[in-house]
């Protein structure tokens, strides 16, 4: 009989695109990982991969049976997460990727009071800015604020993105409020960048009575791939910068800060808060994980009150 957790580590090792990342993922050597490859091989009695000594492919005998060992193993997990989460007391393990201030600032709060309530749960939180992976790697849930792309994945909305322009107090002293988008980019900005992602286009009506939306460049004087240090570069005056609220950890007047050209229209630029994963029919333990997480942030979630009056700013906010 073929053996499953043989074939777990032949998905393994194609996923993580080699032996060594696999053996380290499951805490073994690479000869000891090997060796159980030419077992499943031998069982099989057909090749699975071609080996060099610095890569390897797949056989087309591999490639079928890659396909079959996906859905088999996929399926194994969900049996025993369903299994886990029925028990008396739920337990199992969530497996949980996210932007790093995302994490940081609302699914550890979430974690937290989600443990508490059962404490048999083990939780395994990845924070990186750089998107992984969720089923090479092996995730259950992840939190995008964007737009999606994986299409492959089932996606649920958690909260819409609300941006806003905002600057320090002693910024407009020194500049002045701009009166027009072409103004605000004249003058020096806090850009967020992150490898190939850099946001520095603003999407904005060019007058406030106006339905036609412009791209303006920003003048990125100053960018920096941690949203915290962005913040903390805003309220020293180095240059406003355009900022999703949940960015917001208290309202701005206590940061010093003001909000610019609000009577913009502003683009949210299709973009949303999301908890994806890779199967349809999730377990009650993961639902109920995004449900704490919807409870704790609410909806509206509570960061848009951290601007007064921010429903009546930047008109059209759905663009």
Known sequence: MI???????????????????????????????????????????????????????????????????HLLISTLDQIQNIADSYQTTPKGHIRIASSIAFGQMYLQPAISRYMKKFP??????????????????????????????????????????N?????????VAQYGYPKTPEELIDLPAVVYSNGNVTLDLLKMSESPSSDIFN?????????????????????????????????????ISELNLVPLLTDHKISMLDTGIYAIYPHRKQTPLITEFISELQNYIGTPPFW??????YHNLYPLKNT
């Open 120 to 161: 048999e749960v083990k939780i395994t939180l990845s924070l990186d800015d750089k998107r992984n992976d969720i089923i090479a790697d092996h995730f259950d849930l992840a939190f995008r604020v964007g737009k999606l792309t994986e299409s492959n994945l089932i996606a649920k909305k958690i909260a819409n993105t």
């Open 215 to 251: 791209n303006y460049k920003m003048k990125g004087n100053y960018k920096v791939s941690d949203v915290k240090s962005i913040i903390d570069a805003v309220q020293h005056g180095i240059g406003y910068t355009l900022l999703d609220l949940f960015n917001l950890e208290k309202p």
């Open 3 to 69: 053996a499953t957790n043989q074939l777990a580590l032949f998905l393994d090792v194609v996923q993580q695109g080699s032996f060594a990342k696999a053996a380290t993922l499951h805490d073994m050597d690479n000869s000891s990982l090997s060796k159980q490859i030419k077992k499943l091989e031998t069982s099989l009695g057909v090749q699975l991969l071609n080996r060099s000594t610095r890569s390897f492919s797949l056989t087309p005998a591999g490639e079928e049976i890659l396909a079959q060992t």
């Open 163 to 171: 941006f806003a322009l905002v600057a320090s107090k002693d910024f």
């Open 304 to 309: 848009e009150s951290h601007i007064p009056n």
